[in-house]
Nanobody, 124 residues
Framework: QVQLVESGGGLVQAGGSLRLSCAAS?????MGWFRQAPGKEREFVAG????????NYADSVKGRFIISRDNAKNTVYLQMNSLKPEDTAVYYC????????????????????WGQGTQVTVSS
């Protein structure tokens, strides 16, 4: 059973920054971040391949968010800059080990394991 521990959410003013972390047990995963705002469906934010060499971002966060990983710590990060009120949501990390080392997974159905979620609130 894979366990994920998320941290780093909170309240920030528009234009500010936050960094989310997600530590996973085991290794060799494609990893991703999703978010879900009240009344909306969960949406893809960013994904990174097992090796870290490939990444993918939702258009809404391109140029503002950066996904990275430290495989020595089995941890993925989401650096969120220039935050906007519309970024307010519960953010979830997800992992799956079924993919090759360069694959980035962008759909929620592509991940078998999920974190508990961390709230990010951006005030205007």
């Amino acid at each position: 059973q894979v366990q994920l521990v998320e941290s780093g959410g909170g309240l920030v003013q528009a234009g500010g920054s936050l960094r989310l972390s997600c530590a996973a047990s085991g290794r060799g995963y494609a990893m991703g971040w999703f978010r879900q705002a009240p009344g909306k469906e969960r949406e893809f934010v960013a994904g990174i391949s097992w090796t870290g060499g490939n990444t993918n971002y939702a258009d809404s966060v391109k140029g503002r968010f950066i996904i990275s990983r430290d495989n020595a710590k089995n941890t993925v990060y989401l650096q969120m800059n220039s935050l906007k009120p519309e970024d307010t949501a519960v953010y979830y990390c997800a992992v799956d080990f079924r993919y090759g080392p360069r694959t980035v997974v962008t759909t929620s159905s592509g991940y078998a394991y999920w974190g508990q979620g961390t709230q990010v609130t951006v005030s205007s």
